[in-house]
């Protein structure tokens, strides 16, 4: 494979929507969608009403990655050898005695170091997106109450409860019935909880249109929601720049599922009208599958194989479904490389918002937390100061086993030549080749160390 990547070398450039091409205010976002679980918990399903009060403090807990066994209330991070490097009982960090007890440097009971390991299960969840966090911590948060209620309980049944809440805030027809708190706070004031896409992000999807690249979108997210965010950080004009736009994508089975399992369908009204046996024609859809979309671009460019990039924000629904099952190429947007100067967060938004909303903030989710540690390398708990007691994470290593390159966000490459050529992660043995601008100070130390 070539040592580089170029968008220029592309034929067709996808985005994911949420956290890729339209950023949220994460401070902002996390409580809301934390209020939207917490409130039905508690008012629906009769959970303790301390849920609904969150310190800032609270929200260090929050670190993608995490996994939690579902059954025993404990969240673990992994190494990339599939040993447990820290570990919770709900929000309550287990000392370095009782992980080597519980997990005793032995790979965790459900890894698999292939491509078997899906992201979700019956049995755990790993955390893996800036929409999936503030759950992390509500669940945490649920194992302390119950524990605490029932003398110490060993084993949990609340998934089942946190699924119901997804239902009722996020399921189809919630945003046209105000279902909820989510959709309803967001229409309310959408300038709280997200960032206008930057004029040179605008210009640089304009330039990759008029170099004759096919531009599309594909999102879970439902078409209701898509057309309010897409007007709001775009503009009203905005279908202009995707030939295909594909929301209710349910990704990752977008891209792994049969297009008889999953066909595309029409959409009237925001409405899903009819199931299609083939793709034909560019436009809007719903749901779908990527063989069916791969042979209607074979026919708009003419090529036997075109070559795509997507841009994802998830390494679950966006980057490892799109090369694992597509091969396409991947670009991760990957937040944590803003904050990862020293946990120091990147100014998030302008100076003149600055003190507009009251209320206790979230710490930017995308900045180191002092509970987990790194989200790129960590060493045993307890075995700080040994020899070889570094590890990659396994977040880690999937990003340069997945991924092409791996961006902060699209703004960070808006304004270089369309044939800037990316050195990719597969280029080298270096863990570090793919990220641009530059990898995660944590581990071009480590490189550097290890290079003596």
Known sequence: MAQHFSLAACDVVGFDLDHTLCRYNLPES????????????????????????????????????????????????????????????????????????????????????????????????????????????????????????????????????????????YKMSAFKENCGIYFPEIKRDPGRYLHTCPESVKKWLRQLKNAGKILLLITSSHSDYCRLLCEYILGNDFTDLFAIVITNALKPGFFSHLPSQRPFWTLENDEEQEALPSLDKPGWYSQGNAVHLYELLKKMTGKSEPKVVYFGDSMHSDIFPARHYSNWETVLILEELRGDRDGKPEESEPLEKKGKYEGPKAKPLNTLSKKWGSFFIDSVSGLENTEDSLFYTWSCKRISTYSTIAIPSIEAIAELPLDYKFSRFSSSSSKTAGYYPDPPSILSNIETLTAK
């Not at 934390?34 to 301390?50: C, I, P, R």
């Not at 992390?136 to 209620?149: E, F, G, P």
């Open 30 to 169: 996390a409580v809301l969608i934390y209020n939207s679980f917490a409130q039905f918990l508690v008012k629906e399903k009769g959970y303790d009403k301390e849920l609904l009060t969150v310190t800032p403090e609270d929200w260090d807990f929050c670190c993608k990655g995490l996994a939690l066994d579902m059954e025993d209330g404990n969240f673990i991070k992994l190494a990339d050898n599939g040993t447990v490097l820290r570990a919770s009982h709900g929000t309550k960090m287990m000392a370095p005695e009782a992980l080597a007890e519980e997990y005793g440097g032995k790979e965790w009971k459900y890894f698999m170091s292939d491509t078997g390991m899906a992201c979700r299960s019956g049995k755990y969840y790993f955390y893996d997106n800036y929409f999936d966090l503030p759950g992390a911590l509500l669940c945490a948060r649920v194992v302390d109450s119950l524990t605490k209620q029932n003398n110490g309980q060993k084993t949990f049944d609340f998934w089942k409860d946190i699924v119901a809440g997804i239902q009722h805030n």
